[in-house]
């Protein structure tokens, strides 16, 4: 079952709670933190994933205090750029297994660590994710090269 703005309301009102450094968001808040999610956000979560971003929350020692909580909240559950959820990226791929784990889960430092976790070959990890960073850049190997007051087309030779 998908969440409504009212289920994130509820999870970052409850944390607000428990926790003395979250503030209580106001309802306008809350609406335009909602707003600021892409749709597919609402649609692919569920409680039981709330609920398990909120217990890592919660237990994280390391927690990501600066971070808006409900940005800090769901990066427990997306993959990470820049340490910032992104959900281009979609969901962890770890995820299922994470949520069937009991107690902390902590998020691995970088994608190598991931992969060494779960046994997968290392590689760049989501550098080279769709729209990654090394994705972008590949593209840089078929521009011609351009210096200081040169064109981007081949000079032409000098007689």
Known sequence: MAITPKDLTDTIELLAELLPYVRRPSGKAMALLWATLPPRVGEELTHRHLAYASQQYLLDPARAEEMP???????????????????????????????????????????????????????????????????????????????????????????
């Open 69 to 159: 909580v409900h940005l800090a909240l769901l990066r427990y559950l997306y993959r990470l750029e820049n340490d910032a959820p992104n959900f281009a990226w979609g969901l962890r791929q770890d995820l299922g297994q994470r949520m069937a784990g009991h107690g902390f889960q902590p998020l691995p430092a970088s994608q190598a660590d991931l992969h060494a976790q779960h046994g997968l070959p290392d590689h760049d990890g989501a550098r080279h994710e769709p729209g990654g960073v090394l994705a972008n850049l590949s593209v840089l190997a078929s521009l011609p090269s351009v210096g200081n007051g040169h064109h981007l087309t081949p000079a032409e030779p000098t007689p």
